[in-house]
Each structure stands twice: as structure tokens, then as C-alpha cells.
């Protein structure tokens, strides 16, 4: 785990471009990556970009880049270097050689973050769980992470083999106890939503830092944990909410993003559930980041790899503020311009607000009881209506 200290760590991100990639596609990454390492504390110095048909096999990047960023490693006194993608056990071993730094890839600053960020016994247990199905296969090369998560600094001098297996024994043996305890837990949660589906259920998604957990403090008068950095909420939140009438709860989850680490998705199975077993999903959007579309494709994909890709899904376009402030020299409204695109597909159930503003919050209530009301007829179909309330949509 990252360890907080008076000086905080420095870094720099390394990335390779392939093949059918662009540089500014690249870059984009690599501000993601960045976003990543300054939620985990990390200060980021710079950046190195090599394009490559395939990564090197041995270290990632080729010989020559190698040595550029191995004499800014040690010009500048750099603690970190991370990868925007996952490195192999013998990459990790290799460059940690080479560059005398600890280095981190993709997943494993993604899994420390989570680390960070778990409140729940049960969040927990799921990230410690992931962790070291992470790190198993790389114990060799990656002392330098054990040894931090101890508390203490740097490689371990004179490790050998018989250290490297007593590590290993451990680590199996920290996975073992980790399922048993998930487990317990899991048979809980299992109970937990059985006792909610008499009811219906909505479950906030989308890419991570999109203002999910800003919409349910709006929507439910709650105070979930609201910040802006990557996954601010790694624990799921539920509250009862009452729209027109109809209960529901409503479930703040995990945000999602690219190249989520499989053994996260894994060991969060029963967090993930809460979308599984949802009834209506509202799939937050973060309009003012321009990687916007990619962001939707990414969550499409988590959802159908989950199995939760056939849910009614209400499109919610969050922060029309940032972006039309953005966009705001064209001639015609951003917003209009946005509407009269591909996105206003009449099919679409969609809606543009700013849960920070509170704009457009009764378009999303309405459109949000269009989709529960089905579901909750279906539960209840003899349901009397609250007095006046005489029919669906009708306010009082």
C-alpha cells in the first residue's frame, strides 16, 4: 500500500503508443494515469512516450528509452516510475533492476488506490483479496511492494530463495483466509438484498469521477462522500428515496474505468451485484471530459461483462455546467448542439443536468419514474396511490 510521508513520493508515467493508437490519444491516457497517481498521493514529474509495434518482451519500452528515462530517474531522484498498462513479473523484476525505482503498472496503482479508499470490512477484504492475487505471481520482483506494505523502505538486500518461498507461503496463506472471510460476507450481502426485493431498485453507474455520489446526496438528501478525485466511493451506499409516490432505493456503486483490474471485478462480485440485480440503472456521464463517448463504451462493456447489459439504463449527462461554459463561444447553444446530435436518439432514454448545480433535476426525476413505475406495478400490481396522487405522472 502507498505509504503517506512528509515529502510526498514523486513519479513519472511511461506509456508505449501500438500500432492503431494516436499520440493524442496517448496523452489522454497518460492525464488519466496522472489523475490516478495525485489520488494516491503521488507527485508526477513527467511523462514518456515511445511508440512501439509491440512492447518490449524484457523491459516494455526499447533500449534507448530505457536509458533517457533511467537518466531522469537519477538526475532527478525519482521514487516511482508507472506504466499505463500491466507488466509481466519479468518486466517488473527487469525494470526494477534497471532503474533502481519501485515500479508500479496500471492495476496495481488502481488496486492501492482502492486500498486507500475501502471504508467497509467488506470493501476491505474484496481489495486486500485482489491484491494479492496481483502480486502472487510477482513476488520475486516486487519485494519493494511487500516491504512498503510493512512499513519499511526499499529492496531487501541478500533476499533469496528461501525468503521469496516464506513470502509466498504467506501471501497463499493471506488469500486463503481472505476468501473464507469474503465469503462469510457475501452469504450476508445475499441476505441483505433479499430483504430489499420487495422493492424496486436503482443503481447509479458510470466511469469513475463523474458526480455519481454528488447525484445521490441530491437525490437522496444523503451525505455520501463526495470528492474530486478517481473512485472517491469504493463502497457501495444505499438509501430509500420516494419520487411521485413510488419507493425505491437507489445504490451508489464503484465507479468503473479502463482497464479495471479482472481480480477487482472479481473479488467485488458481491458489490457488483448490487448492479446485477438492480431494476433500472442510471448510467451518470461526465459531459465536460472530452473522452466522454469513450467513457460510455467502457461502462457499456463492464456492464455486459458483469451481466448487467440488458437493464432499462437512463443516460444521465451530469456537469452541463462545466461543459457549456466550455463551449460556450459557438453561436448556437452548446447545449442545442448536443441535443440535436446522434445523442438525442428519441430510443434513448436519456437526460442533460448538473447534480453540483441542481439543473434539470425534475426532467430526471419524471424520466426516472417512467422507468420505476413498470417494475413497481409488477410488484405491486393492487398499489393504492397516496392521496393526490391519483394516477401515474400526476402531481399533486
Not at 41 to 64: M, S, W, Y
Not at 231 to 237: G, K, M, Q, Y
Request: proline share 4%; with cysteine; glycine share 4%.
Amino acid at each position: 500500500m502507498i505509504q503517506t510521508a512528509k515529502r510526498p513520493e514523486t513519479a513519472i508515467l511511461i506509456t508505449v503508443i501500438r500500432k492503431n493508437s494516436s499520440l493524442e490519444q496517448a496523452a489522454d491516457y497518460l492525464t488519466e494515469l496522472e489523475f490516478l497517481a495525485t489520488t494516491a498521493g503521488i507527485v508526477c514529474k513527467n511523462r514518456f512516450i515511445q511508440r512501439l509495434e509491440h512492447p518490449d518482451i524484457a523491459t516494455f519500452i526499447g533500449t534507448g528509452k530505457l536509458e533517457e528515462v533511467k537518466a531522469y530517474i537519477t538526475e532527478e531522484h525519482i521514487d516511482l516510475a508507472i506504466f499505463d498498462d500491466d507488466l509481466s513479473p519479468s518486466q517488473v523484476r527487469n525494470l526494477e533492476k534497471e532503474l533502481k525505482v519501485v515500479i508500479y503498472d496500471r492495476s496495481l496503482l488502481i488496486l492501492d488506490i482502492f486500498l486507500l479508499r475501502a471504508k467497509t470490512a467488506q470493501a476491505r477484504t474484496q481489495v486486500e483479496l485482489a491484491r494479492y492475487q496481483y502480486l502472487l505471481p510477482r513476488l520475486r520482483g516486487m519485494w519493494t511492494h511487500l516491504e512498503r506494505q510493512r512499513g519499511g523502505t526499499g529492496t531487501r538486500g541478500g533476499a533469496g530463495e528461501k525468503e521469496i518461498e516464506t513470502d509466498r507461503r504467506i501471501v497463499k496463506e493471506s488469500i486463503r483466509l481472505l476468501k473464507e472471510r469474503l465469503d462469510k460476507i457475501d452469504k450476508q450481502s445475499i441476505t441483505q438484498r433479499k430483504n430489499r426485493d420487495k422493492v424496486v431498485r436503482v443503481a447509479l453507474v458510470g466511469y469513475t469521477n463523474v458526480g455519481k455520489s454528488t447525484l445521490m446526496n441530491v437525490l437522496s438528501k444523503a451525505d455520501v462522500f463526495a470528492e474530486n478525485k478517481l473512485f472517491a466511493t469504493v463502497d457501495s451506499t444505499v438509501r430509500k428515496v420516494v419520487l411521485q409516490g413510488i419507493p425505491f432505493l437507489l445504490t451508489d456503486t464503484v465507479g468503473f474505468i479502463r482497464k479495471l483490474p479482472h481480480s477487482l471485478i472479481e473479488c467485488f462480485k458481491s458489490t457488483l451485484d448490487e448492479v446485477r440485480e438492480a431494476d433500472v440503472l442510471l448510467h451518470v456521464v461526465d459531459l465536460s471530459h472530452p473522452s466522454f463517448e469513450d467513457h460510455i463504451e467502457v461502462v457499456h462493456q463492464t456492464l455486459t461483462e458483469i451481466g448487467a447489459g440488458d437493464k432499462p439504463i437512463l443516460l444521465v449527462f451530469n456537469k452541463i455546467d462545466s461543459y457549456i461554459e466550455e463551449n460556450e463561444d459557438t453561436d448556437v447553444s452548446p447545449l442545442e448542439l448536443l441535443k440535436n446530435s446522434y445523442l438525442n436518439n428519441p430510443a434513448k432514454s436519456l437526460v442533460f443536468i448538473s447534480a453540483k448545480e441542481k439543473t434539470n433535476l425534475q426532467e430526471l426525476r419524471q424520466k426516472m419514474v417512467e422507468l420505476i413505475y413498470p417494475r413497481h406495478m409488477e410488484i405491486y400490481p393492487n398499489y393504492v396511490w397516496p392521496e393526490g396522487f391519483a394516477s401515474f405522472g400526476e402531481k399533486p
